[in-house]
């Protein structure tokens, strides 16, 4: 067996070339070539699928790469067969090459269909641009939501802060502002004042001429306090047919001849269905050490007396007197 593997007297060899130098180049430097990129190949095609773990080709990959390491194997015995012919084993070689090119070719072609599956460059270009549109579209969307969404978040903190029938402060708005006002009162010891304005007898007008009548006549006092109150001054709806005004950097004297001017307003007052109306004010000036709830209490105490004094008046809270 050995005898027949290296066997140089089967076929011809060198004398065939005739040992032209010009032939032995061409021949021998045409297989060397191919043998040490045929060498080549191989490890390049092993070390690709081992950086990208994603492809799952392994053993198509594999068969290929046999494919070319006995390509290059029979080139480097046509170079061996120059001077010595064994020309058995190069047959051997060639038939193992074609044995693998056939496994290599069947499994090719079956995996055909997902190859043809795996998107172009050109198709992957197509779908980036598609999804830069998507993405300026959805952009372009979520712009719109964030403007909607602020839109709708100040109509919201409109809502909660203005009194829906006088258009002024909520109560819950001019809560807020009196705390403010109390809060820099502690701190910067900047002194305000508050007024407490009640419509006097204002059953009798929704009694008289039905609710939506009042709510007007609420409307109309509030314009009324407002043009008559400076811009940094608070005018909210307390409850019913209170109103409550906070007065920065305001004592008491002069919040007393604003409250006098207020009432002297209200009472001049044109209202629709002939209506007149008085108002009655408490008068209230923070002093240390009390609180918002504090200051609206002496508030109150000044209007309810300003209410048993006969109404359309104003009073000024008093710690000393008796009523308090």
């Given at each position: ?6 066997d ?58 046999c ?8 080139h ?56 830069e ?21 100040l ?112 009472e ?23 609180s ?11 209007l ?21």
């Amino acid at each position: 067996m050995l005898d027949r593997l290296f066997d140089g007297s089967l076929m011809p060899h060198g004398h065939c070339l005739l040992w032209r130098w010009d032939l032995l180049l061409l021949h021998l430097g045409g297989d060397f070539m191919t043998v040490i990129a045929y060498s080549l190949i191989p490890f390049g095609i092993f070390y690709f699928l081992r950086k990208r773990k994603d492809l799952k080709f392994d053993g198509l990959a594999a068969l290929f790469a046999c494919f070319i390491a006995f390509c290059g194997a029979s080139h480097l015995a046509g170079m061996v067969n120059v001077w010595h012919g064994y020309y058995f084993i190069e047959g051997a070689i060639k038939f193992a090459t074609g044995l693998v090119s056939i496994v290599t070719a069947y499994y090719l072609w079956k995996l055909m269909p997902v190859f043809i599956n795996i998107p172009s460059i050109a198709l992957l270009k197509q779908r980036n641009e598609e999804l830069e549109i998507l993405r300026a579209q959805l952009e372009e969307t979520n712009r719109s939501l964030e403007e909607k969404v602020k839109e709708r978040t100040l109509q919201l903190e409109i809502q909660a802060n203005t009194d829906a029938v006088t258009g002024v402060a909520s109560r819950f708005a001019i809560m807020e502002a009196l705390s403010t006002s109390v809060q820099t009162f502690e701190r910067y010891h900047r002194s305000f004042s508050i007024l407490m304005v009640d419509v006097d007898h204002f059953k009798e007008v929704n009694d008289s001429h039905g609710h939506q009548a009042g709510d007007e006549v609420l409307a109309e006092l509030a314009k009324c306090i407002s043009s008559n109150i400076r811009s940094v001054d608070i005018v909210g709806r307390y409850g019913g047919e209170e109103f409550l005004v906070v007065l920065p950097e305001t004592p008491e004297e002069a919040a007393t001849e604003l409250a006098e001017r207020i009432r002297l307003a209200v009472e001049s007052l044109l209202l629709p269905f002939d209506i007149s109306i008085t108002c009655s004010v408490g008068v209230s000036g923070i002093v240390k050490g009390i609180s918002g709830d504090g200051l609206i209490s002496r508030a109150d105490h000044a209007l309810y007396s300003a209410k048993r004094a006969g109404r359309n008046k104003v009073i000024v809270f008093d710690k000393n007197k008796t009523n308090f």
